[in-house]
T-cell receptor, first 110, second 113 residues
Framework: KNEVEQSPQNLTAQEGEFITINCSYS?????LHWLQQHPGGGIVSLFM???GKKKHGRLIATINIQEKHSSLHITASHPRDSAVYIC????????????FGEGTQLTVNP | EAGVAQSPRYKIIEKRQSVAFWCNPI?????LYWYQQILGQGPKLLIQ????????DSQLPKDRFSAERLKGVDSTLKIQPAKLEDSAVYLC???????????FGQGTRLTVV
């Protein structure tokens, strides 16, 4: 079992829909990251959080430390949101090394 | 603010050849990471530097992979000799310090034929 599990693996939505991507982890963490990866490989950091909730534009990330679970929400989705969204954690035992989930491929159709 | 720069963007080599990738982190970032991302998988850490010292290279295949960060700024990752299974995107990331937010480069897509 991977230390970081994401669901769903693939997600297709219509423009304007509210989207949720989930991440569960099995280790104690110092921080959880949500990353966005577009075709071509470059990764952009969206959020780094260790508790509560963060919001940036149409993106919201929440984390529940007790349940070892985080969600990434996209409101009013747009085709340009189409990308792979990756959850990664830095665990209490691995230092600042990030352990990544397999990613969620999001496609938003116009 | 300039981001993490990597070169080349793409590289195609034959198996058993050598290849080197270069990374210039964000100015002032002490921590530098090299990740390997095989198609369809999440990135895997190869090596982490703190300034010019190695913090973690436990997942680096040291029989063929090497990396250095001599002056604590730029870094190079080398593969010698390359195997087919080394085909992947090699991502460089940097952060001000360990445990702070990491910023990623665009990656180098390596194809070994």
């Amino acid at each position: 079992k991977n230390e970081v599990e994401q669901s769903p693996q693939n997600l297709t939505a219509q423009e304007g829909e509210f989207i949720t991507i989930n991440c569960s982890y099995s280790v104690g963490i110092s921080a959880l990251h949500w990353l966005q990866q577009h075709p071509g490989g470059g990764i952009v950091s969206l959020f780094m959080l260790s508790s509560g909730k963060k919001k940036h534009g149409r993106l919201i990330a929440t984390i529940n430390i007790q349940e070892k679970h985080s969600s990434l929400h996209i409101t009013a989705s747009h085709p340009r949101d189409s990308a792979v969204y990756i959850c990664a954690v830095s665990s209490e035992t691995s230092g600042s090394r990030l352990t990544f989930g397999e990613g969620t491929q999001l496609t938003v159709n116009p | 603010e300039a981001g993490v720069a990597q070169s080349p963007r793409y590289k195609i080599i034959e198996k058993r050849q050598s290849v080197a990738f270069w990374c210039n982190p964000i100015s002032g970032h002490a921590t530098l990471y090299w990740y390997q991302q095989i198609l369809g998988q999440g990135p895997k850490l190869l090596i982490q530097f703190q300034n010019n010292g190695v913090v973690d290279d436990s997942q680096l295949p040291k029989d063929r992979f090497s990396a250095e960060r001599l002056k604590g700024v730029d870094s190079t990752l080398k593969i010698q000799p390359a195997k087919l299974e080394d085909s992947a995107v090699y991502l460089c990331a940097s952060s001000l310090a360990a445990y702070t937010e990491a910023f990623f480069g665009q990656g180098t897509r390596l194809t070994v034929v």
